[in-house]
């Protein structure tokens, strides 16, 4: 969060340049700091990602809880649609709806009107595993983590992240770029 007492930050400021100027060939020090940043981005995924082991006090990982949470807000789903959703390929989805689906969490359901259609629906007893984790949003090392750092080093960070995603969104080029 940017506060107006704070003065504009060089990116801050490269969010303003003209379009010409951000398309411009990176110099060393942009191509330095790309990579730091890429290998920062590299080690964080590396050691704060989600466990593939069950949550503690749960039978599920964090992704099968992303899964059932997702299915909850969204309704019926195909896998593919699942798929999509989390960003994992058909067979990840698949897999993962087997896993929930041995679990008693999920069950399979034929499309009324087009039996080829298979829909992936939420049991009594997946619904209870939402609620019973209901306050269990992120892992607790990556918490504890967060909590370490002073308050204006995490507004820091969520700044930083946040223009980089902005820049990233700015400089993609428009459809009609692509096409020539």
């Keep these: 969060m940017t506060s107006d007492r704070r003065p504009a930050r060089a990116a801050d400021r490269s969010r303003q340049a ?35 082991q069950p949550m503690a006090g749960a039978a599920i990982t964090p992704r099968m809880l992303a899964c059932l949470r997702h299915l909850s807000g969204s309704g019926p789903l195909t896998v593919g649609e699942q798929a999509r959703h989390l960003d994992v390929s058909r067979a990840a989805a698949s897999e993962l709806v087997d896993r ?41 090392p990556f918490v504890r983590a967060v909590a370490a750092l002073a308050p204006e080093t995490r507004a820091s960070i969520i700044d930083g992240l946040a223009a980089l995603l902005r820049a990233a969104d700015e400089t993609q080029p428009s459809a009609t770029e692509e096409a020539s």
Excluded at 25 to 52: C, H, K, Q, V
Excluded at 107 to 128: H, I, K, N, S, Y
């Design 18 to 52: 003209p379009v010409a100027a951000r398309s411009a060939p990176p110099d060393a020090a942009t191509l330095n700091d790309a990579g730091r940043i890429a290998r920062l981005y590299g080690e964080m995924w590396s050691r704060f990602r989600p466990p593939r």
């Design 100 to 140: 929930l689906e041995v679990k008693g969490l999920v069950e399979r359901m034929r499309d009324q009107r087009d039996q080829r259609r298979v829909f992936v629906w939420l049991t009594p007893a997946g619904r209870e595993q939402i609620e019973a984790l209901a306050g269990r949003r992120l892992d607790e």
